[in-house]
């Protein structure tokens, strides 16, 4: 890495490479070139933080860095890590060293290796299956984490550098087991090799029911099983999820997990060598667009991928244990923490901690002294609150605007978006800044429509990449171009099943006509207490877009030609109406329709 200290501002594309692996993307910041000096060239940092634990200390090191070598700004994933935007490549040393040394880690936060670990952000001390899962998302994170000492010897020059942190003793023994095959004999990367993996690889751990990780959109999904008592019994497993896809290309797409099957509590982190060597060795390295593990079982089937998974593993897998219906959680708000102590979930819009906001998080942690978790929704949970410094902690984040979920709107609550523009070098459309007066706009063509207060989970990517996982969103829009997107429609609440493509682009301009006949269709046909999203699945797009076809807004009905119909056929398009769930006039405007067409 002897490109970090010449004096250019980038790095070349071999450097791009390598740097990906320690957690960092080369970016060109295009609101900020010169004209006729080319590229604005600045680095992203991300953090690997399993199961989005964040320590005081490093919280605060964070924000420090923020404002002295970033953009003055932190952003949370959707994967419960951190990313630091704006750092130039002369600072890239001190930034990195800066992390490790106050005890966290960029290392394969980026690359073809397992990314960060994700887990149940609630920090439930009293519920044994919360505290395991926690555990596991680390000790999977260990498992899976380079092992080669080329990291240190880049950021911290080969420096000796002591941590209080031991990874459990089991995670050393079985990555070093190789009964059968999982690893290379005398290599520094086991599991690795020399290659790595084909693609990106993705782990969730979580419990049954809780789907804050959206456990169905990861390569490997984890579920803990305890027995009555509270005893780890063992894991089922799911195997195949990915977000990923390329506009017009029909060989790419979004998938759930499947599952596989469950593993005695003994056998998890031998599973897991198993199921990642499998996508080691069978997954597609000629296409880098069919290189993740979705493609290799959509190839092979699952039958199949068990029975390796199976010979790699020297044994069979169990049935899938059976488990209770999932639901979205996003620990917004106060909770008990199970030890006399609260947790207190606070909502971050996009991810995005800057401005008074970030000054105001940074008061009371540090006054404090809080650890935080990160969550899978963007947002960030204030740990360890005894309850007498409740009201000064609301207070003082309220009074930066950080508002209590009490008083925030329900489509805020539930959506989220990628950084986009201008930063990453994926992007064709806005994304993080978008959404916000999308959110705006959906929210006020609610109030008009008499669904004040719906909630709809609203996804907006900038790419088809699906960072911000759109495809399993009530309502996805991902980019395809400036003021553009593909809307996706019908993925579930509890984030159980994969939206569809219901209109291939859609202008921001007609967000509103695109959106209200269908908003319409929902007020008017929906069963009592059915989701937007359950509602379009349940009635299809076919019917959807023949109510849209003969949709006629409010505003438009005082403009039309007035016509006058006997008192019988008024009671006639009454009757019609009623029965299909549509206005008078929708059902007399798809009649002039037919009439129109049969001429």
């Given amino acids: 890495m002897e490109e970090l200290v010449n004096d250019e501002t980038f790095i070349t594309d071999d450097a791009v490479q390598l740097m990906k692996f320690h957690g960092s993307y080369q970016q060109d910041h295009r609101e900020k070139r010169a004209f006729g000096q080319g590229k604005f060239y600045q680095f992203m940092m991300r953090t690997r933080q399993p199961a989005g634990l964040v320590t005081n200390q490093l919280y605060l090191v964070m924000d420090d860095l923020a404002d002295q070598y970033g953009n003055g700004t932190l952003r949370l994933t959707t994967r419960q890590a951190y990313q630091l935007h704006g750092v130039l490549k002369q600072d890239l040393k001190t930034v990195f060293s800066s992390v490790i040394k106050n005890m966290g880690s960029t290392l394969a936060a980026c690359g073809d290796v397992n990314r960060n670990v994700m887990g149940p952000a609630a920090p439930y001390l009293d519920r044994p299956e919360y505290v395991i899962a926690t555990q596991v998302a680390n000790d999977i994170a260990d498992l899976l984490a380079p092992q080669s000492g080329a990291y240190y010897d880049v950021w911290l020059d080969g420096e000796r550098f002591v941590s209080a942190y031991k990874e459990n003793p089991k995670v050393t023994a079985d990555r070093a087991f190789n009964g059968f095959g999982t690893n290379f004999e005398g290599s520094p990367e086991p599991i690795y090799g020399a290659q790595f993996l084909p693609r990106k690889f993705k782990v969730a751990v ?273 980019g395809d171009g400036p003021n553009s997107y593909q809307l996706w429609l019908g993925g579930s609440p509890n984030q159980t099943r994969l939206a569809k493509v219901y209109q291939e682009r859609l202008k921001l301009r007609d967000l509103e006509a695109g959106l209200e006949p269908l908003l319409a269709a929902f007020k008017a046909r929906r069963s009592p207490g059915e989701a937007f999203g359950d509602f379009v699945a349940r009635i299809g797009f076919a019917s959807l877009r023949e109510y849209a076809a003969a949709y006629v807004p409010a505003e438009r009905l005082t403009s039309l030609p007035q016509v006058s119909i006997d008192e019988e056929t008024f009671k006639a398009l009454e009757a019609v109406a009623a029965k299909e769930g549509k206005s008078i006039a929708h059902v007399a405007s798809e009649k002039l329709q037919q009439l129109g067409g049969s001429s």
């Fill in 206 to 478: 979580t419990v049954p029911g809780d789907n804050s990780v959206d456990i169905f959109t990861n390569d490997i999904g984890v579920v803990v099983i305890c027995d009555a008592e509270g005893q780890l019994q063992g894991f089922n497993l799911l195997v195949g999820g990915g977000m990923g896809r390329t506009h017009r290309n029909e060989d790419t797409f979004p998938r759930l997990a499947d599952p596989l099957g469950y593993v005695d509590k003994e056998d998890i982190f031998h599973a897991i060598k198993a199921i990642v060597a499998t996508q080691r060795d069978y997954g597609r390295r000629d296409d880098r667009k069919q290189a993740r593990l979705k493609y290799l079982i959509h190839e092979w089937g699952l039958a199949k991928f068990r029975s390796v998974v199976e010979q790699y593993l020297g044994k069979a897998l169990e049935p899938f244990r059976p488990l209770p219906a999932w639901r979205f959680e996003d620990y917004l708000g106060w909770h008990e923490q199970g030890d006399g102590k609260l947790f207190y979930g606070v909502y971050v819009q996009n991810g995005r901690i800057k401005g008074a906001a970030k000054v105001a998080l940074r008061g009371v942690i540090e006054r404090y002294a809080l650890p935080v978790t990160l969550t899978a929704n963007q947002n960030i949970i204030l740990r360890d609150i005894e309850p007498a410094w409740r009201d000064d902690v609301q207070a003082s984040l309220e009074a930066a605007g950080l508002v209590d979920v009490v008083d925030l709107g329900a489509i805020d609550r539930l959506s989220m978006a990628c950084p986009a523009l201008p930063l990453c070098g994926l992007a064709i459309s806005e994304a993080e800044r978008g959404l916000p007066d999308v959110n705006r706009r959906v929210e006020a063509l609610l109030d008009r429509l008499g669904l004040s207060g719906e909630p709809i989970t609203l996804r907006m990517t900038g790419c088809p990449n699906g960072c911000a996982r759109p495809y399993m969103a009530e309502v996805g829009f991902v």
